[in-house]
């Protein structure tokens, strides 16, 4: 299995970082969660991608835990 950095970006106006990252946390808690993403991995090869809504939904409603090859 392969490790990846996934990160979010948002841009926040804020008196310091501390109040841009709550408001970030406010944000996750109270919105769909976000679509776009940029994703690095070993390698630090990075790429930018957006997820369908309704797949990303189908994909998070699964318990990919139970998947043999997880085991």
């Not at 841009?20 to 690095?40: C, I, N």
Request: glycine residues 2%; charged residues 30%; aromatic residues 10%.
């Amino acid at each position: 299995m392969h490790k990846f950095s996934v990160s979010v970006v948002r841009e926040f106006e804020a008196d310091s970082a501390e109040e841009a990252a709550l408001l970030m946390y406010q944000y996750l808690t109270r919105e769909p969660a976000p679509l776009s993403y940029t994703v690095s991995d070993e390698t630090k090869d990075i790429t930018s991608l957006t997820l369908d809504r309704e797949k990303a939904d189908e994909f998070a409603s699964v318990d990919h835990t139970a998947d043999p090859g997880n085991w």
